[in-house]
């Protein structure tokens, strides 16, 4: 599974960014599908995630400000980050689990910042 990402860039703080990751076969046939992100000299931390039965996860720091949804496409998800904060700053990773594989896309920067 390759994926894509895109729609990272600059943002100010109560800003909004929408991620996209584009999967080269449906999503609809993955485990799950989501977002990691890694800021600098922190680990790697789930953002946000969903799974083929349709239940959604987010970070404590994500809920209620970002959102993740399926594209009808079929082949992309997409994460809606509204109220953004400096502390949003990071690489963000799309990920996926397919047969028992983890998958991961190139990471795309997402900076907030006044």
């Known amino acids: 599974v390759q994926l894509q990402a895109s729609g990272g860039g600059l943002a100010q703080p109560g800003g909004s960014l929408r991620l996209s990751c584009t999967a080269s076969?449906?999503?609809?046939?993955?485990?799950?599908i989501g977002w990691y992100r890694q800021a600098p000299g922190k680990q790697r931390e789930l953002v946000a995630s969903t799974r083929i039965s349709g239940r959604t996860n987010y970070a404590d720091s994500a809920r209620g400000r970002f959102t993740i949804s399926k594209d009808s496409s079929g082949n992309t998800v997409h994460l809606q980050m509204n109220s953004l904060e400096p502390e949003d700053t990071a690489v963000y990773y799309c990920?996926?689990?397919?047969?028992?594989?983890?998958?991961w896309g190139l990471g795309t920067q997402v900076t907030v910042s006044s």
């Open positions: 990920h996926a689990e397919f047969l028992q594989h983890e998958y």
């Open positions: 076969r449906t999503i609809f046939s993955l485990n799950a």
